[in-house]
Structure formats: C-alpha cells, structure tokens
Antibody
C-alpha cells in the first residue's frame, strides 16, 4: 500500500525559499505522476503542479514563475521549491499520487504539512 | 482556467436522509471530474471519478453522475461519518477545484 509523507520546515521567512519533500513508500516513484496541492487555513484546495520525471512537469500558471519541482528516484522522493515566499503562501501543503496518467484524479494523499511564512 | 462552481455552499441534512451536491464547470470537461471528501484535520479522500466510478473502499451510498458541464454527487443515506466538506475537481485540463460544499448535521 503506497503511503506519502511530506517533510520540510514549518516556518519560512518572507522572501526566502520554501522547500518541501514528499517521501513515497510502498511503491516505486517511477510508475506514476505525482502532484502538490495546498490549502490555506479555512479555505479550499489549490493545485500547485505535477511531476512525472525530471523533465516532465506542469505548473499552476499563477505560481509558475516561482516554482520548480524535482524527483529523486534513488530516494523515492519528489520535491517542491517555491521562491520569494510571501504570507499568501502560508498553507497546509499536500503531496499526492495521480491515479494513472496525467489526466487523472489524485488517489493517494499525504497527511499534509503546515508551512507558515512569517518573520 | 476552467472554473468549477459548487452548490450549495452548505447543506444541512439529518442522518439517514439523502443529499445531492452539484458542481458546474465553466466549459466542458467531458467526464474528467472527481469528488473528494475532507474531514477536519485530514487530507482529502478520493470518492468518485470519471465521474461515476467509486474509488477503492468507498461505500455504495456514494454515487456520481454527469458530463460536460453539470455534475452531481449523491449520498443516498447519510451516516455520521459522511458529515464533511466535499470538493469537486476537474482534471480535463490543468487541475482546478470547486470551492467546496459543507454537509452538516441538521
């Protein structure tokens, strides 16, 4: 049974870089697309981006200029990097698996990690 | 960007009653729609996709229908564990989510 676990700093200073990692257990990272979603407190869900391989990514246009995603098959991990963080980036960040291919729902989710952007 | 509008924002239902949640897309998304359930402090859980296929382990009281721009999630007889927020999501294009429908105990 595939499980996902997010990790990273809970506090990021404004204008600094937010980096999160998702560790996949119980399955190979090479066989699926993977994605990040975030949710500000009390609000809805926002898709951040997908990654399949190091050169196959899709990003939310609203974040594209600050966002990059990478994948480490040796560690079965994928990561998110968001530069120039602001208070608007404060949210619970989830990593998830995409069911089959690019145009599919998200069938396995991590528990989420809260990131606060504050000085 | 394809916008999803869910209605109602809040639905008050008594246990044992049925509930119907709606999701409207700003343009056609064919059948590329999913429904998620989220309880407080938990990650969303995939319920329905495609838009009528139940995900693994989802009880039969949950059903989905629709195509194009109009979609519905029906819960036939609400159990205590079904009171939660429900989100629709389109994956026809770059994914977007609806704003959610809160199903609360009446």
């Amino acid at each position: 049974q595939v499980q996902l676990q997010e990790s990273g700093p809970g506090l990021v200073r404004p204008s600094e870089t937010l980096t999160l990692t998702c560790t996949v257990s119980g399955g190979s990272i090479s066989s699926h697309y993977w994605t990040w979603i975030r949710q500000p407190a009390g609000k809805g869900l926002e898709w951040i981006g997908h990654i399949y391989s190091s050169d196959s990514t899709n990003y939310n246009p609203s974040l594209k200029s600050r966002l990059s995603m990478s994948l480490d098959t040796s560690k079965n991990q994928f990561s998110l990097t968001l530069t120039y963080a602001t208070a608007a980036d404060t949210a619970v960040y989830y990593c998830a698996r995409i069911l089959y291919g690019y145009h599919d729902p998200f069938d396995v989710w991590g528990q989420g990690t809260l990131v606060t952007v504050s000085s | 960007e394809k916008v999803l509008t869910q209605s109602p924002a809040t639905l008050s239902v008594s246990p044992g009653e049925g509930a119907t949640l709606s999701c409207r897309a700003s343009e056609s998304i064919a059948s590329n729609l999913a429904w998620y359930q989220q309880k407080p402090g938990q990650a969303p859980r995939l319920l329905i996709y495609g838009p009528s296929t139940r995900a693994t382990g989802v009880p039969g009281r949950f059903s989905g229908s629709g195509s194009g721009t109009e979609f519905t999630l029906t819960i036939s007889s609400l159990q205590s564990e079904d009171f939660a927020v429900y989100y629709c999501q389109q994956y026809n294009d770059l994914p977007t989510f609806g704003q959610g429908t809160r199903v609360e105990i009446k």
